[in-house]
Nanobody
Framework: QVQLVESGGGLVQAGGSLRLSCAAS????????MGWFRQAPGKEREFVAM????????YYADSVKGRFTVPRDNAKNTVYLQKNNLKPEDTAVYYC????????????????WGQGTQVTVSS
């Protein structure tokens, strides 16, 4: 059974930092592109960042470029989302997801999802 478990969410002040973790089990982690998405109340789920299988290529939404990074540790079956200089508009539930066959920013292309972790940024 595939499981993706996010952790590290919480309340942080604007300008602060937070690191989310996503621990994967039940799949060959190194064979999957890993993505992060977020969903704010009343909004659609949106792409945040992703990293390819080897960790050589990363992609970011324009809204987070220069502030977020998405490293992965294939030995630990874990992907991270390091978030710096947080803004109130970063408030959302953050989800990690695994994609076996593509390198995509579309949620529909992802095969597995975590349960999400809440991040709240106060002004």
């Amino acid at each position: 059974q595939v499981q993706l478990v996010e952790s590290g969410g919480g309340l942080v002040q604007a300008g602060g930092s937070l690191r989310l973790s996503c621990a994967a089990s039940g799949l060959q982690f190194r064979r999957y592109t890993m993505g992060w998405f977020r969903q704010a109340p009343g909004k659609e789920r949106e792409f945040v960042a992703m990293i390819d299988r080897s960790g050589d290529r990363t992609y970011y939404a324009d809204s987070v470029k220069g502030r977020f990074t998405v490293p992965r540790d294939n030995a630990k079956n874990t992907v991270y989302l390091q978030k710096n200089n947080l803004k109130p508009e970063d408030t959302a539930v953050y989800y990690c997801a695994a994609d076996r066959t593509t390198i995509s920013s579309r949620p529909d292309d992802y095969d597995y999802w975590g349960q999400g972790t809440q991040v709240t940024v106060s002004s």
